[in-house]
Protein backbone atom coordinates (compact mmCIF):
# COMPACT_ATOMS: atom_id res chain seq x y z
CA UNK A 1 0.00 0.00 0.00
CA UNK A 2 1.18 3.50 -1.09
CA UNK A 3 -0.57 6.27 0.59
CA UNK A 4 0.04 9.63 -0.16
CA UNK A 5 -0.85 12.66 2.26
CA UNK A 6 -2.10 16.52 1.20
CA UNK A 7 -3.47 19.42 1.99
CA UNK A 8 -1.28 20.92 4.77
CA UNK A 9 -0.68 24.47 4.23
CA UNK A 10 -0.74 27.84 6.71
CA UNK A 11 -3.64 28.96 8.02
CA UNK A 12 -4.74 31.91 10.76
CA UNK A 13 -6.03 30.36 14.15
CA UNK A 14 -9.66 29.67 13.98
CA UNK A 15 -9.16 28.50 10.29
CA UNK A 16 -10.11 24.87 9.14
CA UNK A 17 -8.02 22.52 6.80
CA UNK A 18 -8.58 19.55 5.64
CA UNK A 19 -6.02 16.78 5.00
CA UNK A 20 -6.58 14.01 2.60
CA UNK A 21 -4.36 10.85 2.74
CA UNK A 22 -4.99 8.55 -0.76
CA UNK A 23 -3.94 5.11 -0.74
CA UNK A 24 -3.22 2.97 -3.96
CA UNK A 25 -1.88 -0.75 -4.72
CA UNK A 26 -4.59 -2.21 -2.90
CA UNK A 27 -7.73 -1.20 -1.23
CA UNK A 28 -7.64 0.40 2.44
CA UNK A 29 -11.43 -0.22 3.02
CA UNK A 30 -10.54 -3.02 5.60
CA UNK A 31 -7.53 -1.00 7.28
CA UNK A 32 -7.86 0.73 10.44
CA UNK A 33 -5.95 4.36 9.64
CA UNK A 34 -4.45 6.70 12.02
CA UNK A 35 -3.12 10.48 11.59
CA UNK A 36 0.18 11.09 13.29
CA UNK A 37 1.78 14.75 13.66
CA UNK A 38 5.05 15.77 14.81
CA UNK A 39 5.84 18.99 15.74
CA UNK A 40 9.44 20.92 15.83
CA UNK A 41 11.53 19.60 18.72
CA UNK A 42 8.73 17.22 19.86
CA UNK A 43 7.96 13.92 20.13
CA UNK A 44 5.06 12.33 17.78
CA UNK A 45 1.84 12.74 18.88
CA UNK A 46 -0.89 10.36 17.73
CA UNK A 47 -3.73 12.47 16.91
CA UNK A 48 -6.83 10.22 14.98
CA UNK A 49 -7.82 6.81 13.78
CA UNK A 50 -10.89 5.27 12.34
CA UNK A 51 -11.03 1.41 12.64
CA UNK A 52 -13.81 -0.17 14.18
CA UNK A 53 -14.44 3.33 16.39
CA UNK A 54 -12.89 6.12 15.94
CA UNK A 55 -9.90 7.52 18.40
CA UNK A 56 -9.22 11.34 19.26
CA UNK A 57 -6.26 12.68 21.14
CA UNK A 58 -7.88 14.81 23.94
CA UNK A 59 -6.29 18.06 22.81
CA UNK A 60 -8.16 17.73 18.98
CA UNK A 61 -11.19 16.39 20.51
CA UNK A 62 -14.44 18.45 19.08
CA UNK A 63 -12.29 20.02 16.77
CA UNK A 64 -10.89 17.63 14.30
CA UNK A 65 -12.69 14.52 12.22
CA UNK A 66 -11.38 11.40 10.70
CA UNK A 67 -13.82 10.19 7.97
CA UNK A 68 -13.30 7.68 4.76
CA UNK A 69 -14.76 7.45 1.66
CA UNK A 70 -13.74 3.80 0.33
CA UNK A 71 -15.08 4.45 -3.01
CA UNK A 72 -12.32 7.04 -3.42
CA UNK A 73 -9.86 4.77 -1.12
CA UNK A 74 -8.86 8.09 0.56
CA UNK A 75 -9.31 9.02 4.52
CA UNK A 76 -9.88 12.57 5.32
CA UNK A 77 -8.68 14.54 8.98
CA UNK A 78 -11.13 17.74 8.81
CA UNK A 79 -9.43 20.45 11.60
CA UNK A 80 -11.43 23.14 12.44
CA UNK A 81 -10.61 25.52 14.95
CA UNK A 82 -6.84 24.82 14.19
CA UNK A 83 -4.81 26.51 17.08
CA UNK A 84 -1.00 27.52 16.76
CA UNK A 85 -0.10 24.49 18.55
CA UNK A 86 -1.41 22.51 15.64
CA UNK A 87 0.96 23.03 13.32
CA UNK A 88 3.37 20.42 13.24
CA UNK A 89 3.95 17.57 9.77
CA UNK A 90 1.34 15.01 10.02
CA UNK A 91 1.78 11.80 8.41
CA UNK A 92 -0.52 9.19 7.39
CA UNK A 93 -0.38 5.45 8.33
CA UNK A 94 -2.46 2.15 7.55
CA UNK A 95 -2.75 -1.22 9.72
CA UNK A 96 -3.17 -4.76 7.95
CA UNK A 97 -6.41 -5.04 10.76
CA UNK A 98 -9.07 -3.61 10.87
CA UNK A 99 -8.69 -2.83 14.49
CA UNK A 100 -6.99 0.66 15.01
CA UNK A 101 -4.02 1.45 17.68
CA UNK A 102 -3.18 4.21 18.98
CA UNK A 103 0.68 2.84 19.00
CA UNK A 104 2.54 4.21 15.81
CA UNK A 105 4.92 1.45 15.69
CA UNK A 106 1.62 -1.13 14.83
CA UNK A 107 0.81 0.67 11.74
CA UNK A 108 2.41 -1.20 8.34
CA UNK A 109 2.21 1.42 5.70
CA UNK A 110 3.07 5.13 6.12
CA UNK A 111 2.47 8.48 3.57
CA UNK A 112 4.80 11.17 3.15
CA UNK A 113 4.52 13.93 5.76
CA UNK A 114 2.29 17.49 5.27
CA UNK A 115 2.99 20.46 6.80
CA UNK A 116 0.60 22.22 8.14
CA UNK A 117 1.30 25.65 9.69
CA UNK A 118 -1.00 27.82 11.87
CA UNK A 119 -0.63 31.19 12.48
CA UNK A 120 -1.47 33.38 15.48
Known amino acids: VQLQASGGGLVQAGGSLRLSCAAS????????MGWVRQAPGKERQFVAA?????YYADSVKGRFTISRDNAKNTVYLQMNSLKPEDTAVYYC?????????????????WGQGTQVTVSS
Open 93 to 109: AARKTWVLSTNEERYDY
Open 25 to 32: GRTISTNA
Open 50 to 54: IGERT
